[in-house]
């Protein structure tokens, strides 16, 4: 499949030629929203590790000094990816469990009855959930944000009429994983702090599509899962280290708290996806400087908005302003879930649901709607194929 060039700086055919699973050709990938695939190095970061340093820290033999040094770069490259410092970084299994996690280490201290916490209505519940519960258990109350109906962008005048002198946290996803729609953190950041209260991101999505620097957006904790941009199955998370200061961790006492991040971590730790995620850094720092990579995804998210023929209906914003290119749509007349399948059956990764997890979306959408999610390695090409099958598929009546 011949590629277009969409950004002179970004080398889409040698990015794709580090993966085994683009090189095959057997599918075109549009569905990175729910995982992305991943590049050879990484997949050889992480044997390496099961091969070099199978084991456990603690030992001063050879192993256990590998998987010292494997923890160490981890936590040196997600300081580098989140624009912080290494002891402000800690790992866990995926988003929703650190999630968990912190907000109940920050719960026990900084929640109490008649407080509140705000949350964003068409977020991932992954961003919601963990604060009905620990609101449950504190006796605190979970405001929820309202978005147009239209367009699904966040009702800034709502946010600040939610946000009051009790409120402690601010929880929000930067990019939406249905719809796309991305947030002003730094905004929203400041609307919290302004009252005292935390600023407490959701960057899972955002993460695999544009840079993040948590001290610009002033976030007080972020959390994200490298396992969407190019990494293994995994979580991430940032603190910022007055905030963590403050909490006391659920945790054994004979494990270490310090780095005071890492006293937030429980158990042996997956050292071989730590490897990967390290390698998951350098591809990025490798393909993306100075930010090529994300602009060839916007420029194909542009080509994708401009061809959508005509029987094809985009739910949520309507343009490419204020949005990463993931789309929900679905085609006039047709069910979601059957046009998901043809296209699969076309060779197109893709998927259909009422709400991709975020519950609040699930009445406005009102029904299943296929989501395209592109992501870097994407091509021209592939864009153009996909419009073809949609065109297709809607002339089909
Ligand atoms: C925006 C967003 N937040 C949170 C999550 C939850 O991530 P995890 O599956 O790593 O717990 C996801 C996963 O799809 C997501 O897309």
Same mark, same amino acid.
């Given at each position: ?19 085994a699973?683009?090189?095959?050709? !057997? ?12 590049p050879? *190095?990484?997949?050889n ?20 000094r ?12 997600a300081?580098?990816?989140l ?14 469990s ?6 109940? +280490? ?15 209505g068409?977020?991932?519940?992954a ?10 258990d ?5 405001r929820?944000? =309202?978005?147009?109906?239209? %367009?699904?962008?966040l ?5 600040a =009429? ?15 994983n ?34 993040l ?6 976030a007080?904790v ?5 396992y969407?941009?190019c ?13 963590? +200061? ?10 270490? =708290? ?6 937030? &971590? ?5 050292? &071989?996806q730590?490897?990967g995620? %390290? !390698? ?15 602009a060839? %995804?916007? =420029?194909?998210g542009?080509?994708?908005?401009a ?7 985009l ?5 490419? &302003? ?11 007349g047709?069910? !979601? +879930? &059957?046009t998901?399948?043809q296209?699969v059956?076309r ?16 009445e ?14 994407n091509?021209?090409? *592939?864009?153009?194929?996909?419009? +073809?099958?949609l ?7």
């Amino acid at each position: 499949m011949s590629t277009a060039p969409t950004d002179t700086r970004f080398d889409v055919d040698a990015v794709r030629a580090r993966f085994a699973a683009l090189r095959g050709g !057997a599918a075109i990938f549009f569905d990175t929203p729910g995982g992305s695939q991943v590049p050879d *190095e990484v997949r050889n970061a992480v044997t390496d590790a099961l091969r070099d340093a199978a084991g456990n820290l603690g030992g001063t033999f050879p192993t256990s000094r590998r998987i010292a040094g494997i923890v160490e770069d981890a936590h040196d490259a997600a300081a580098r990816f989140l624009g912080c410092d290494p002891d402000e970084t800690l790992f866990g299994q995926n988003m929703t469990s650190l999630n968990f996690t912190l907000s109940r +280490a920050f719960a026990r201290a900084g929640l109490r009855e008649g407080d509140e916490v705000v949350v964003m209505g068409s977020d991932h519940d992954a961003s919601v959930s963990p604060w009905i519960e620990a609101a449950h258990d504190a006796g605190a109350v979970v405001r929820t944000v =309202a978005v147009d109906e239209r %367009t699904f962008a966040l009702d800034y005048d709502d946010l600040a =009429a939610q946000i009051g002198e009790r409120t402690r946290v601010v929880a929000f996803s930067i990019a939406s994983n249905s719809a796309g729609n991305v947030v002003d953190a730094a905004r929203v950041a400041r609307l919290a702090h302004a009252v005292g209260a935390l600023s407490w991101i959701d960057a899972t999505h955002y993460a695999a599509h544009l840079p993040l620097d948590v001290r610009a957006i002033d976030a007080d904790v972020l959390v994200c899962s490298p396992y969407k941009f190019c990494g293994p199955h995994l979580g991430l998370a940032y603190g910022r280290r007055s905030v963590l +200061a403050a909490w006391r961790p659920y945790k054994v006492r004979p494990a270490p =708290a310090d780095p005071i991040g890492r006293r937030f &971590e429980t158990g042996t730790m997956p050292y &071989e996806q730590l490897a990967g995620f %390290t !390698a998951a850094v350098a591809y990025w720092e490798a393909v993306d400087a100075p930010g090529a990579g994300h602009a060839h %995804t916007r =420029a194909l998210g542009e080509r994708f908005l401009a061809g959508l023929p005509a029987g094809v209906t985009l739910i949520g914003p309507p343009t490419s &302003e204020d949005r990463v290119p993931t789309f929900l749509l679905r085609i006039d007349g047709h069910d !979601a +879930a &059957e046009t998901s399948e043809q296209l699969v059956r076309r060779g197109f990764n893709v998927t259909a649901s009422e709400h991709f997890y975020c519950l609040g979306l699930r009445e406005l959408i009102g029904g299943k709607a296929v989501r395209v999610g592109i992501f870097h390695y994407n091509t021209a090409a *592939e864009v153009d194929a996909l419009l +073809a099958a949609l065109r297709e598929l809607a002339a089909d009546v």
